[in-house]
Every structure is written in structure tokens, then in C-alpha cells.
């Protein structure tokens, strides 16, 4: 945006400097013991100080001219109160107050350390339930966000558009939990985020296409659109696959541990393991037990799985290689534990096994994403030589993604 | 001064926090039983296995209690420093000792039947003591841990300072060095003695 | 994004953990017969912090202490204690650090109401900023005063001589 209208240079550039500078902090906080984290590692307080002084020297420094310097930049492009700007704007406002947040609560017990008040801890619980009401607002505007006009947008209008695909949301986060089981709200919440999204989506799309086609067919109009459109559809499509497996494996996520005997059957979720035994096996570079289980579904055999628990040569500890058998709409694996008699590993074993539906959705909604980024970069607009040689098509583009 | 000096003004305060925190132990955990009275148990003597010990029975004292364990190497580093102590100073160290058997990780507990463990855990004390000095006045037995957890210990050696009337004042993790017995130890037993 | 992380982390977390949590968890297998208490356990252990290791929840933790520590769960469990007493035996004796969702007193006001006080404050500062611009662009529009054109031309002739 601010290379085509000029707007929020400013803010662009502050983003910029934010990046580079939260990269830092990440930095610090994991190298210099400051904070107990899984991702902390080799830490040292002295080196601490060290990242410390190239912190403030950094960051220091290009906040100082930075806060020098952007009085002087100009106003750029102008924009009624609601129009797709101000809808960026407020997208960018959202986006940063989740930053904020996860900011906030991954140093929160510093401060409450610091100041001497206590000792608390913020973990997972924390992250989970503050997330949903600040990404909330966000997901419903990148529904609506594609209908804004620049300059000036129009609500009454807006609505009269998207409310079909509301219904059609609500429809699908209603009966979904219920096709698989159990109904809760939240669940309910991501799931009408996520399908809000996507009718959104395919409607401004096909709206798009509709007003665009003049005489030609639907589908050849459809992929004449410019990538850089095509590219926003798909990186939203991305956020809403990736909310969808994110509600659905925390709603319907299911696991066991128990001990097997050879020839025992467990079951999680309607798919059925039964142990077959353990036997040793040799690898390149460590020696393992593995497991032989028959995976079966409503009584027909699927596959065998081999979960193993090795011993590298090279270290005392041992690894759990689980099975995994991955799906378009779940995942379910077998891993082992320890064998309940440590002096006869032929007998019984601890098993655990796993059912996590669309869990693979959470990936692939980031590649969508990815994908979406990458078809944007390679819109024809940007490039400098085309838009040297056809600066009215620039023009003319412009006003269009 | 232009309202774009507030982001750098922020800044500062950040790492203001930061360097601060370079000077904390994020992993430093303490006890919320500081203030609070011992919790009570009654476990058996290590030196007279039918009789036992409880901190009712130390009431009207000053009195330190130690958690101790033979497989704890960092217990070995601060024995000579609590021997020196209980030949200088006339304040009663009780020794706890924690899980001696079960926490040893050398042992499959499910075929131990618990006599066995009783023993065994008597006779490693025992040995122990007798390798290393025995700067307690007793020693008791928590073979299973569960006193332990009523005290907080999560990371052996720990010292508890308890004073007359039951109460914990101070709790320190990890081996007792002579700074920490000489700046923190000996001004509070001084302070509750009086 | 930090969701994603979050996700892989358990999902990661689950897999190498699970080594770790077996470890005696034969043990725990053989008495584990109550499968709604198992899952109440689970549930209980996941907010609760191993303090040895302490980047590991007493479910996903191998060492001594969370073993012992489940034990005592499930134990509080068949004594039919609910799960706030539970929460407040671990609480009472290893202090709020324990816990992974922090507790919602004093000094975690901040805590808890910052990011939706974040997300206002964000909001109401935006429609400020586009007030403003707002204004600040019809400013712009106004024709230029006397005064104010008689120094543009001044300018403007000062840029055509050089």
C-alpha cells in the first residue's frame, strides 16, 4: 500500500524497524537466561550483556532517527474513515496487538520477578484463551476487507453482499461439531471464523470475475484476474484452513496410554491398534525395540505400524520414533513406552496412541499462505520493468487489488 | 520532542526490565511456606527406627531442617560446611532424609517389596553418615517422598530455618555455602534466638 | 503465528516428551484403570509445571518429582477432591509458579486484561490518527491566505533562477 498510494510511510517503516528489533529481542531472551523457556539454551549472563549493548545500539538508533526524521515525511494518499485503508489500518492495528500480547505474557513473570512481587509463571493456558478475542475481530474483517472500496466504503452495501455468506458459515459451525461428536462454542466460533473466510472469499472472487468478464466465459475471465488478486484469496483461504485445524484437533483430539499385552486391541476414536509384540531390530547407527501393530477401521485391516524406541550408539538416551499415520483429515500414531517388566521386553508394554484430526491443515494452511505471499510478489504491477513500459496499465491496475 | 520519542522512551523502559532480569534466576523458585507454620509429620528415626520425630516435638526451639539424600551429589558438596556448623553453633540441625531408595533411579521399585526398602534405605543412610560425618542431631526417614512434597522440595539439598513457635522463616535451595550460612543463616538464628 | 509454534511445540513436545514421560510410566500404566480419572489426571497434569525441568508439564515430564507428583494427583482424584482443591494443594505448597495459566489476582490484572485494554487503546488510537489526518488534509485543501501565497511565489521564483 504504501508503494501504490503512498499512505503510512510512517507506519511501514516503524514496522520494519519493529521486525528486526523484536528478531533481537528474541535473541537476547533465549541466549541469556532471562527467562526458563524450552528455547532457551547455552545461557550466560555475561553474554547476555553483551546482546544487550547491540540491542540498545541497534534499536536505539534507528528508533532515535526515527522519531527524528518521520514528523518531516509527508501525508501521502487521502481516504474516507471507512474504506479499504482504514480496514488495512485497522488489520495492522489488530495484528500488532497480538504481537503485543504474546510480548506481554512471555515477559510478564520477568517483570513481576523484577519488581519483587512474586513468582509466576505463563504458559500455553495463558496464550490459548487471549489469543482467540483479539485474532476474533481480525478474522471477521479479513471477510470483509476485500468488498471495501479505496477511498470509500459503503457498510449498508458491504452487508447487503456478505450476508449470504454468513449464513452459510453459521450453517457449516453449527452441524460440523455436531457430525463429529460434541458442540462447544468455541469450537463453534472457529469454525464460523473459518468458513466466514472462505465464502467470503469465493464470493468476492466470483463477483469479481462477474464484473470483469464482460463477453468472455467465466473461467477465462477467472485466470486473467492479476495474480496479486488471486494471491490475497488464497494467503486468507490459508488463515482460515489454518484455523480450522487448529479448532478442530484442540476440540476433537484424542489419546490413550495403556498397557498391552501381545495380541491386546486398543481403540481411540474408532481406529483400532492391536499389539503383535516387540521385536529388536538393527539400524545404521543404534540398535531399537520395535513394535508391530495392525491398524484396523470398523474391523478392516489398513496397515501395519512400527513404532520404535532406539538406542544411538552414541547416547545413553532413548528416542521414541512414533508411528505416524498422516491423512488429509487426521493423523493417528502409536508410539511405545517402556516395557512393564524392564527384565522381559517380550511381554507387555506401555503404548500410547493418538487421533488428532486435520491436524495437517494447521501446515497446510501455512503453505497456502506462503503460497498466497509469493503470488502477490510476482503480480506484473511490481515489476519495475513492466511498469516503466506501461505506466497507464499501472494506473488502471491500481484502482482494481 | 515529538510524540514519536514515546516509542524510544518505551524502549528504554524494556531494557531497563531486561537488565534487571540479567541479575535474577529465572529457575529460582521460592517457597510459599516462608510465614507458614511446618507442616506436620511423624517419621521414624534414622538412629532409633522405633521411635519417631515430628516438628511438634521441636516446639520452643530455633531448629534447621536438612533434606538430604545419599545419591545427591550436591548434598556431598555442602556435608562439610554443616559439620563445621553443628560443632560451632548450638542450634539444632535435623536431618530429612528423601526418598534414599526410590529416588536413586538404580532400583526397579515394582519388585521391591517395602521392608526390604525400609532396610535398605536405614542401611545406605547409615553408611553414609558414617562415611561423611553426621552433623545432625537425628536424622529421619521420608521414604516415599510424601513429607517432601508437603515441604516444596523439588531440588535436593534444601535447608528450612523454623523457628520457636513451628514457623518457617527462611527456605534455601541447593548446598550451603559458608557466604550464604554467614550473610543469611546466622543473622536470622541470631535475630530468633533472642 | 506464536499458535502455530504453540501447536507444533505440543504437537513436538508430545513426541520427544513422550520418551521421557514413560520412563517408570509402566509403573503407572499398570494402575491406570479409571479412564475418566485418567483423562481428569491428564487434564489436571497439563497445567501443571514439572519444577525440575520446569519447561515440561508434570504429564509430559519423566522426572522424579512429576511422577510423584501424578501419583498424588491421582490419588487426590479417587479421594473425589475437585480440581480447584487440587490446583490449591500444588499451589499451597511449590507457590503460583506451578501453574501455567497464571492465577487472576493483583498482580496479574495486567496480565490478563492487557491484551483486550491493548486491542481497545489500538483502536481508539487509530480513529484518533484518522480524525486527525482527516482534518489535516482539509487544512490542506483551503486555499493558501495572502500572506502564505506571496511566500510561495517568493519561493517558487527562488527555484526558477537557480
Known amino acids: 500500500m504504501t508503494e501504490k498510494r503512498g499512505s503510512f510511510k510512517n507506519w511501514t517503516v516503524l514496522l520494519a524497524i519493529s521486525a528486526f528489533s523484536l528478531s533481537l529481542l528474541g535473541t537476547f531472551l533465549v541466549r541469556s537466561g532471562v527467562l526458563t523457556s524450552v528455547h532457551a539454551f547455552a545461557t550466560d549472563p555475561r553474554r547476555g550483556i553483551f546482546i544487550l549493548i547491540f540491542l540498545v545500539a541497534v534499536i536505539g538508533s534507528s528508533l532515535a532517527l526515527f522519531a527524528w526524521r518521520a514528523p518531516k515525511v509527508g501525508l501521502g494518499g487521502r481516504f474516507g474513515l471507512i474504506s479499504r485503508e482504514s480496514l488495512l489500518l485497522t488489520n495492522n492495528v489488530l495484528l500488532a496487538v497480538a504481537c503485543a500480547t504474546v510480548l506481554l505474557g512471555t515477559l510478564y513473570p520477568l517483570l513481576i520477578d523484577a519488581l519483587g512481587v512474586g513468582k509466576i509463571s505463563v504458559g500455553p493456558p495463558y496464550f490459548n484463551a487471549v489469543f482467540v478475542p483479539v485474532m476474533t475481530p481480525l478474522l471477521f474483517l479479513m471477510g470483509v476487507g476485500p468488498f471495501a472500496r479505496w477511498k470509500e466504503a459503503s457498510i449498508p452495501e458491504i452487508i447487503r453482499t456478505v450476508r449470504w455468506a454468513f449464513l452459510a458459515a453459521l450453517v457449516v459451525a453449527i452441524a460440523l461439531p455436531l457430525i463429529y461428536g460434541q458442540w462447544s462454542a468455541l469450537t463453534a466460533l472457529g469454525l464460523l471464523l473459518a468458513g466466514w473466510i472462505i465464502f467470503t472469499a469465493g464470493l468476492n472472487f466470483a463477483q469479481r470475475v462477474q464484473h470483469t468478464r464482460g463477453q468472455q466465459s467465466f473461467l477465462a475471465a477467472a485466470l486473467k484476474q492479476p495474480r496479486s488478486f488471486f494471491g490475497m484469496h488464497v494467503a486468507h483461504i490459508g488463515i482460515a484452513v489454518f484455523v480450522i485445524g487448529v479448532t478442530m484437533v484442540s476440540s476433537f483430539q484424542d489419546e490413550k496410554d495403556v498397557k498391552m499385552e501381545a495380541g491386546e486391541t486398543v481403540s481411540v476414536a474408532g481406529y483400532s491398534f492391536t499389539f503383535n509384540g516387540v521385536k529388536a531390530v538393527e539400524g545404521p547407527n543404534y540398535v531399537a525395540a520395535q513394535g508391530d501393530f495392525d491398524l484396523a477401521v470398523n474391523g478392516k485391516f489398513q496397515r501395519k505400524m512400527n513404532p520404535e524406541k532406539r538406542n544411538y550408539h552414541s547416547s545413553q538416551m532413548p528416542m521414541t520414533e512414533a508411528s505416524i499415520d498422516a491423512g488429509l483429515l487426521r493423523d493417528v500414531y502409536v508410539s511405545l513406552g517402556e516395557p512393564i517388566d524392564r527384565d522381559k521386553p517380550e511381554g507387555a508394554w506401555a503404548v500410547r496412541v493418538y487421533y488428532k484430526p486435520f491436524v495437517d491443515w494447521i501446515w497446510g494452511g501455512c503453505v497456502l499462505m506462503a503460497l498466497g505471499g509469493l503470488l502477490a510478489i510476482l503480480d506484473r504491477r511490481y515489476r519495475a520493468k513492466s511498469r516503466a513500459a506501461a505506466p497507464i496499465e499501472a494506473t488502471v491496475g491500481s484502482q482494481q487489488a | ?194 | 503465528m506464536k499458535r502455530q509454534f504453540l501447536i507444533a511445540l505440543f504437537v513436538f513436545g508430545a513426541f520427544f516428551g513422550s520418551t521421557a514421560a514413560f520412563a517408570n510410566a509402566a509403573t503407572e500404566a499398570a494402575t491406570a484403570a479409571d479412564p475418566v480419572a485418567e483423562k481428569r489426571l491428564q487434564k489436571l497434569s497439563e497445567e501443571l509445571r514439572c519444577l525440575v525441568c520446569q519447561n515440561q508439564t508434570i504429564a509430559d515430564s519423566n522426572a522424579e518429582l512429576a511422577q510423584d507428583l501424578r501419583r498424588e494427583v491421582r490419588g487426590m482424584i479417587k479421594d473425589g477432591k475437585s480440581d480447584q482443591e487440587i490446583v490449591d494443594f500444588m499451589v499451597t505448597r511449590y507457590g503460583d509458579f506451578v501453574l501455567y495459566r497464571p492465577p487472576v489476582k493483583g498482580i496479574t490484572l495486567l496480565l490478563w486484561g492487557g491484551p483486550v485494554a491493548l486491542m481497545l487503546f489500538g483502536l481508539f488510537a487509530l480513529r484518533g490518527y484518522l480524525r486527525r489526518r482527516a482534518s489535516q488534509i482539509n487544512a490542506e485543501d483551503k486555499p493558501l491566505t495572502a500572506a502564505e501565497a506571496s511566500r510561495a511565489d517568493a519561493l517558487l521564483k527562488e527555484i526558477d533562477q537557480k
Open chain 2, 1 to 194: 520532542m515529538n510524540r514519536y520519542f514515546w516509542i524510544l522512551g518505551g524502549f528504554a523502559a524494556l531494557v531497563a526490565l531486561l537488565a534487571v532480569g540479567l541479575g535474577l534466576n529465572p529457575r529460582d523458585v521460592p517457597s510459599p511456606l516462608v510465614g507458614k507454620p511446618a507442616p506436620a509429620f511423624n517419621l521414624n528415626v534414622l538412629a532409633t527406627p522405633d521411635k519417631t520425630l515430628g516438628p511438634k516435638d521441636m516446639q520452643g526451639k530455633v531448629w534447621l531442617l536438612n533434606v538430604w539424600a545419599s545419591w545427591c551429589v550436591s548434598c556431598r558438596a555442602e556435608h562439610p560446611v554443616l559439620v563445621e556448623f553443628s560443632k560451632k553453633v548450638d542450634v539444632p540441625l535435623i536431618g530429612l532424609n528423601y526418598k534414599e531408595v526410590r529416588g536413586d533411579g538404580a532400583f526397579d521399585m515394582s519388585k521391591m517389596p517395602a521392608d526390604e526398602e525400609r532396610k535398605l534405605a536405614f542401611q545406605r543412610a547409615n553408611k553414609w553418615l558414617a562415611d561423611h560425618g553426621d552433623p545432625y542431631k537425628l536424622t529421619v526417614m521420608d521414604l516415599d517422598g510424601r513429607v517432601g512434597i508437603d515441604y516444596g522440595v523439588y531440588g535436593v539439598p534444601e535447608t528450612y530455618v523454623i523457628d520457636k513457635s513451628g514457623v518457617i522463616r527462611m527456605k534455601h535451595t541447593g548446598p550451603i555455602t559458608p557466604e550464604i550460612l554467614g550473610k543469611k543463616i546466622m543473622p536470622l538464628l541470631a535475630e530468633l534466638n533472642k
